[in-house]
T-cell receptor
Framework: GENVEQHPSTLSVQEGDSAVIKCTYSDSASNYFPWYKQELGKGPQLIID?????GEKKDQRIAVTLNKTAKHFSLHITETQPEDSAVYFC????????????FGTGTRLTIIP | EPEVTQTPSHQVTQMGQEVILRCVPI?????FYWYRQILGQKVEFLVS????????KSEIFDDQFSVERPDGSNFTLKIRSTKLEDSAMYFCARSGEGISYNEQFFGPGTRLTVL
């Protein structure tokens, strides 16, 4: 089955700086890669996703890149703000439709004011 | 506004007791999922449910677990005889629509504490 590795496990950045979180996956059949933000006591919230036919996707201050050959994808947050502090999870799934998500181990991002 | 609502928000039970966790979708979607998250760990897939049948289940989803949609609206996860290691956050999720069919939207979760 799929195995998703995520690093770093914790990340602290100064407000206004950029943050990068990286994930690797093992199953070449995986074609859909969402990122979730989880705030304390809440459920994971989908913030951005990318499919394998695209190398990069951007939405305001967040972007995701995908290298399908190397089987890794990354989340980039620019101009970080205090409200970006949360745990971020990457995930992967085959694009066959409605398949289970396999999650990474999470990154606790702390924005230092 | 949450994509799905879950009740209760927190459930405390004694080991060996049965618990039922409930999920109510905001709109009528066909695909639903249950995931769990042990404190401080990653989110793990339990089961997917499509058209009133289990579509896929993980090795975690053993005979102690069951899912159903008894009234066509509420979607329930039952644990027959809880164990200490069942203590976790349990999340219900629903699928997206149209070209967003792969997207999964999570509810706020139920915190299950087994004593």
């Amino acid at each position: 089955g799929e195995n998703v590795e995520q690093h770093p496990s914790t990340l602290s950045v100064q407000e206004g700086d950029s943050a990068v979180i990286k994930c690797t996956y093992s199953d070449s059949a995986s074609n859909y890669f969402p990122w979730y933000k989880q705030e304390l006591g809440k459920g994971p919230q989908l913030i951005i996703d990318i499919r394998s036919n695209v190398g990069e996707k951007k939405d305001q201050r967040i972007a995701v890149t995908l290298n399908k050959t190397a089987k890794h994808f990354s989340l980039h947050i620019t101009e970080t703000q205090p409200e970006d502090s949360a745990v971020y999870f990457c995930a992967a799934t085959p694009d066959f439709g409605n398949e289970k998500l396999t999650f990474g181990t999470g990154t606790r991002l702390t924005i230092i004011p | 506004e949450p994509e799905v609502t879950q009740t209760p928000s927190h459930q405390v039970t004694q080991m060996g007791q049965e618990v039922i966790l409930r999920c109510v979708p905001i709109s009528n979607h066909l695909y639903f999922y249950w995931y769990r998250q042990i404190l401080g760990q990653k989110v793990e897939f339990l089961v997917s449910f499509y058209n009133n049948e289990i579509s896929e289940k993980s090795e975690i989803f053993d005979d102690q677990f069951s899912v159903e949609r008894p009234d066509g609206s509420n979607f329930t996860l039952k644990i027959r005889s809880t164990k200490l290691e069942d203590s976790a956050m349990y999340f219900c999720a629903r699928s997206g629509e149209g070209i967003s069919y792969n997207e999964q939207f999570f509810g706020p979760g139920t915190r299950l504490t087994v004593l």
